[in-house]
């Protein structure tokens, strides 16, 4: 290399965003010597209150990251943001989501510090007992909703998550697993902006530099930036310490553990403004930092850094402090007590006698009550932050916020005017022509989107013409969404390829309430990527439920290019598992899979899996035309049937013998092959047989018991034998016996993952093709003849 070459340096492109730095000699309106004194004597509180809690639910908690991100929280919480703290459901006020989960402790701290200073100074704002965080309800802390001490029963208390859920008032979502919490808290974002548009709400996301390291965040902030969502707020508690590492990120000349950017750099190198505050233990440059961001210079969303200590004045600091603490009631976590109790002039009792729940849940409301006795005997701290409260409550009423002017509306998707056993005559598809079944579901999704008015965002893995999620944005404005430049558009880029990002965007645009989201991938990619999305989804809207009983908010997560059709692709994308993956897979109405073989059998699919509310729909899809046979004429019924879950294409005659027993098919490309090539051949011999179609377990298991046996009774599972393009497990609830699942035919009959090739040669290797599955349907209905004679 030469010396010229050497010299040269590499600098950044253009970027829309900037960079600034918050440093001691930074000012703020709100930094006078009074609220400097207020805030330094509420985190005093807060970090010992932390301390408390891991104390009480030992070995349990993460207490360092709790404490080191107290001072971004309690300036936004008192300072930045605008909400009410009586309304926790209001859709149109600033939101801080706590992406990362772990500092749960810190959240339960911080909600109930805010609660006891709003009910001894203004207890006007307060909603009632169940929407509010008591500081009670720090006894549930990590305990079970069976909880039986008598304290807990008493008080009426919260059971507290290890890491945030929605039965917490205002935690909109679950987070805490691998990065999720960044993804979904921006779909909250955008799910505001969508609403709202230039008046909409700010979302607050609470970070660490180790939870930035997850690929679907760096998915995320380009999603962010692109579209230029400036109503998101990433705060990053840079304290450089995660599980293991004391040295996470490159910090100047040194390089990190982890990754070789500092979290400036990531933030920038994303295009997004920067503010780096040098201190975030000084509360002035905190609030210094949040003002300055919050003055909006231009249109990209917004990154303060804060360089923390984690485990600050703990006694534990750094990667020890994550998930650890002093030994209950040792004399290390009462030294952590000491300068409150020196501050205060208060005592917190010391721990004696047998160490029963009983006794443990004592003491540790004692300590509650010496928390409590300090805010009561202070009124100078408690009136100083309700004042702050009220004047967050009045900004917001201020504002009068109203949704923008083509705002979607959801309720309409939901209202009694769609229903799922009345096809619109535009999703109707002639006989004898052809149609796929992923049009089909982008025309069913463009039809909703159309009827609400633009309540539906599409988004794909780049994928977005060949999984036809696209059409689901037709009549609306071209091209992609940009919350400045292009509003109105119905397609949303998520960063690339990125099925981890896409399904947290649809799941958090979906959770704010106003949009439905719809994120298409092959089915062999976004049911393994998104798994871990939809279950936070799942845990989340459950919460939500129970917090304040509101139906779920459904995501689509939708597996296009489903199955053995995608042959030519090869085995890495023409998977038969994916529906393993969440057939069944969830809690009761968490979850709905759809299979439909019909295209015609979409609409009515979907419309029912809406009506039912569940927190995530997976309609799998397939790439090739299918022919649109004539129902009718077959003698097939309806494809409204399909919303019974399984249906019945043909009943056997029971007075007639002889009788050749029960065929289940699943999987749009056997299916298929088996009306055409196989259902004319049992016609021909004359078979007297029971064949029932799958299209939704979940459906069906929705139904009334009485109605489920009535459809397909426990006889018929026990002597049915299955035809699936998927695998043999998902049979398992319709094909019982051990003579049925060895007669079955599925794609890994014969041990090995299938090669490429057109549809049809793959289901020829699978033994699915036509002569397959008369072969193995002509045996069947022989053994059942020979065995009913």
């Known amino acids: 290399m030469s010396k010229k070459e050497s010299s040269k340096k590499f600098t950044f492109g253009p970027k829309r965003g900037y960079y600034a730095e918050i440093g001691p000699d930074s000012s703020s309106s ?55 703290i009586g309304d926790p459901e209001c859709t149109g006020a600033d939101i801080l989501s706590y992406a990362a989960g772990h500092k749960a402790m810190g959240l339960y701290a911080m909600w109930a510090l805010r609660n006891e200073c709003a009910r001894i100074a203004s207890a006007e704002l307060l909603p009632g007992p169940e929407k509010q965080l008591r500081i009670e309800d720090l006894l549930g802390f990590r305990r079970n909703p069976t909880q039986e001490t008598p304290l807990f029963s008493k008080f009426k208390v919260k059971p507290l998550d290890g890491h945030p859920s929605p039965i917490t008032p205002f935690v909109k979502l679950s987070t805490g697993a691998s990065g999720v919490g960044v993804t979904t808290s921006f779909g909250l974002g955008f799910g505001a902006m969508d609403a709202y548009g230039k008046n909409a709400p700010f979302v607050h996301v609470l970070e660490g530099e180790g939870g930035m390291t997850p690929g679907r965040v760096s998915e995320a902030m380009a999603t962010a930036a692109s579209a230029q969502m400036w109503n998101i707020m990433l705060h990053v508690d840079w304290n450089q310490s995660s599980i293991d590492s004391d040295r996470v990120c ?42 300055l961001a919050m003055k909006r210079q231009n249109d990209q969303p917004t990154a303060i850094i804060y360089r923390t200590i984690k485990g600050w004045q703990y006694g534990i600091e750094g990667r020890k402090s994550h998930g650890a603490g002093h030994d209950f009631c040792s004399e290390a976590y009462y030294k952590t007590l000491k300068p409150l109790e020196e501050r205060f002039g208060v005592t917190f009792p010391k721990f004696e006698g047998e160490k029963t729940p009983v006794a443990i849940e004592k003491a540790f409301y004692d300590a509650l009550m010496v928390v409590r006795k300090i805010l009561e005997d202070n009124r100078e701290i408690t009136d100083f932050f309700g004042r702050m409260l009220t004047e967050a409550h009045d900004r917001l009423i201020g504002a009068k916020k109203t949704l923008r002017k083509n705002a979607g509306d959801v309720s309409r998707i939901y209202s009694d005017d769609i229903k799922a056993d009345k096809i619109p005559a535009e999703l109707t598809y002639k006989p004898g022509s052809s149609q796929t079944l992923r049009a089909a579901l982008g025309e069913t999704l463009n039809y909703l989107n159309k009827k609400s008015g633009g309540a539906i965002i ?3 893995a780049d994928l977005l013409g060949s999984t036809s999620i696209l059409k689901a944005g037709d009549g609306f404005a071209e091209g992609f969404y940009n919350a400045v430049s292009n509003p109105d558009s119905r397609i949303l880029l998520t960063g690339g390829i990125c099925e981890d990002c896409m399904g947290g965007i649809m799941a958090g645009l979906s959770t704010f309430g106003h949009n439905i989201g719809a994120g298409s991938s092959y089915g062999a990619f976004i049911a393994a990527l998104t798994h871990i999305t939809a279950r936070l989804h799942g845990i989340g809207q459950q919460g939500k439920q129970q917090y304040n009983n509101e139906p779920h908010n459904p995501f689509f997560l939708v597996c296009a290019h489903a199955g053995l059709k995608t042959g030519e692709d090869g085995p890495t994308h023409a998977d038969p598992q994916a529906l393993q993956l969440l057939q069944e ?17 979409v609409y009515p699919l979907v ?3 809406l009506k039912k509310r569940p927190a995530v729909i997976a309609p799998f899809v397939t790439r090739p035309n299918e022919k649109i046979f004539d129902r009718k004429a077959l003698g097939l019924p309806p494809a409204t049937e399909a919303v019974k879950g399984i249906y019945a294409l043909r009943r056997a005659d029971g007075s007639k013998k002889p009788y050749h027993g029960t065929l289940v098919l699943q999987g749009s ?6 009306i055409e090539e196989v259902l004319p051949k049992i016609d021909e011999a004359g078979l007297n047989i029971n064949i029932f179609y799958v299209a939704s377990a979940e459906l069906f298991l929705m139904l009334p018991e009485k109605e489920q046996k009535s459809i397909y009774p426990d006889s018929l599972a026990n002597e049915a034998m299955g035809i699936t393009g998927l695998t043999l497990p998902t049979m398992f609830r319709w094909v019982t016996s051990s003579g049925g699942r060895d007669s079955s035919l599925h794609p890994f009959k014969h041990g090995h993952y299938l090669g490429s090739g057109q549809a049809h040669k793959v289901l020829e290797e699978a033994g699915l093709h036509g002569a397959g599955q008369w072969a193995a349907v002509e045996k069947y209905a022989a053994g059942m003849e020979k065995k009913n004679s």
Request: aromatic content about 12%; glycine content about 8%; overall charge negative.
């Open 30 to 84: 709100r930094g006078s010597e009074e609220a400097i004194r207020m805030f330094d004597d509420y985190d005093l509180v807060y970090r010992s209150l932390c301390g408390i809690l891991y104390n009480f639910v030992p070995k349990s908690g993460h207490p360092g990251g709790s404490i080191s991100s107290g001072r971004i929280v309690e300036s936004l919480l008192f300072n930045t943001m605008d909400y009410c």
């Open 607 to 609: 419309i029912a899996a």
């Open 458 to 460: 599409s988004a794909s």
């Open 250 to 291: 490159r910090d100047g000349e040194t390089p990190g553990d982890y990754v070789q950017w500092s979290p400036t750099e990531f933030c920038y190198m994303h295009d997004w403004n920067v503010i780096l505050v040098e201190n975030g233990k000084d509360i002035g440059q905190v609030l210094a930092a949040q003002e």
């Open 585 to 601: 897979n969830f809690p009761k109405n968490v979850m709905i899979t759809l299979t439909p073989w019909d295209p015609q059998e």
């Open 669 to 674: 490309g056997v299916t298929n092959t088996f």
